[in-house]
T-cell receptor, first 112, second 115 residues
Framework: AQSVTQLDSHVSVSEGTPVLLRCNYS??????LFWYVQHPNKGLQLLLK??????LVKGINGFEAEFKKSETSFHLTKPSAHMSDAAEYFC??????????FGKGTRLSVIA | NAGVTQTPKFQVLKTGQSMTLQCAQD?????MSWYRQDPGMGLRLIHY???????DQGEVPNGYNVSRSTTEDFPLRLLSAAPSQTSVYFC??????????????FGPGTRLTVT
């Protein structure tokens, strides 16, 4: 069985400051891990994906995430938040060809 | 390629009515799935299919039926709509490669309201 826990339901940062969205996962096998973003009333957009290659994964819009097997974590970071980053972020796990399992989401607010 | 298409975009139903949410993909993917999104719950898997003629239940299958007669189409049926089925529904299609994992493509979503 697989599961994902997003440790914060809401994160608020000031524009220009770093972003950290935390995610822990559970998987019986080698996982694939994803971060998706959803802007208000929009669809889902893939930010980045880990599939057992480099543990530091770079995504779009300056986001990156580090896979830490010993901590079962896949936290999402960005050095400097922009107003356009305000959205809902989902951490997602899959193993092999099993369907994706989503976390409950973290809402990121960016304050001017 | 149109990718994954869903119709309708919006729908309002009365309790007890039935309807079918349509999903189609033109990428020849074997895997297709349906999710529902509710505030604070993320996306939860309703049903999925690993190929034509093969379907299986996800986390929240009650009240929904699916079938997969072709590779391209994966309709979701609500037989007797209930207010608890008010949600945004996403269809996805995907393929699996051992070196890249699951590559998943989402449709734009259908916003359903049951009154």
């Amino acid at each position: 069985a697989q599961s994902v826990t997003q440790l914060d339901s809401h994160v608020s940062v000031s524009e220009g400051t770093p972003v950290l969205l935390r995610c822990n996962y559970s998987s019986s096998y080698s996982p694939s891990l994803f971060w998706y973003v959803q802007h208000p009333n929009k669809g889902l957009q893939l930010l980045l994906k880990y599939t057992s290659a480099a543990t530091l994964v770079k995504g779009i819009n300056g986001f990156e995430a580090e896979f830490k097997k010993s901590e079962t974590s896949f936290h999402l970071t960005k050095p400097s938040a922009h107003m356009s980053d305000a959205a809902e972020y989902f951490c997602v796990v899959s193993s092999g060809n099993t369907p994706l399992v989503f976390g409950k989401g973290t809402r990121l607010s960016v304050i001017a | 390629n149109a990718g994954v298409t869903q119709t309708p975009k919006f729908q309002v139903l009365k309790t007890g009515q039935s309807m079918t949410l349509q999903c189609a993909q033109d990428m020849n993917h074997e895997y297709m799935s349906w999710y529902r999104q509710d505030p604070g719950m993320g996306l939860r898997l309703i049903h999925y299919s690993v190929g034509a003629g093969i379907t299986d239940q996800g986390e929240v299958p009650n009240g929904y039926n699916v079938s997969r007669s072709t590779t391209e189409d994966f309709p979701l049926r609500l037989l007797s709509a209930a207010p608890s089925q008010t949600s945004v529904y996403f269809c996805a299609s995907s393929y699996f490669k051992w070196d890249r994992g699951l590559e998943q493509y989402f449709g734009p979503g259908t916003r359903l309201t049951v009154t």
